[in-house]
Nanobody, 125 residues
Framework: QVQLVESGGGLVQRGGSLRLSCTAS????????VGWFRQAPGKEREEVAI????????SYSYTVRGRFTISKDKAKNMAYLQMNNLATEDTAVYYC??????????????????WGQGTQVTVSS
């Protein structure tokens, strides 16, 4: 059974840090692009960060660049999103997604095949 499970969300004060994890089962993350997305109440889903299939190339939304770091661990079949210097605007449900057909960092929305259930991140002031 193909499954993605996010964890690591929670409540943190402004300026704090969290690390989100995305655990894949039923398939391998190797050679597949992994993305983190978020959706705040009343807003559209936003692409936050992408890591390429090889784990070398990354891209970030301008809203998080310099504060967030995406990575993947092939041995553990997991991906991560390290979030530092969190701001209240980062409050959202965060989702990880995998593209089974794309390995780069420019993945059209329709090519994200697998999604997790999301984890809530709340940043308080």
């Amino acid at each position: 059974q193909v499954q993605l499970v996010e964890s690591g969300g929670g409540l943190v004060q402004r300026g704090g840090s969290l690390r989100l994890s995305c655990t894949a089962s039923g398939f391998s993350l190797a050679n597949k692009a992994v993305g983190w997305f978020r959706q705040a109440p009343g807003k559209e889903r936003e692409e936050v960060a992408i890591v390429s299939g090889g784990g070398v190339d990354t891209s970030y939304s301008y809203t998080v660049r310099g504060r967030f770091t995406i990575s993947k661990d092939k041995a553990k079949n997991m991906a991560y999103l390290q979030m530092n210097n969190l701001a209240t605007e980062d409050t959202a449900v965060y989702y990880c997604a995998v593209s089974s057909k794309g390995a780069g960092i420019h993945i059209p929305n329709f090519m994200w095949d697998y999604w997790g259930q999301g984890t809530q991140v709340t940043v308080s002031s």
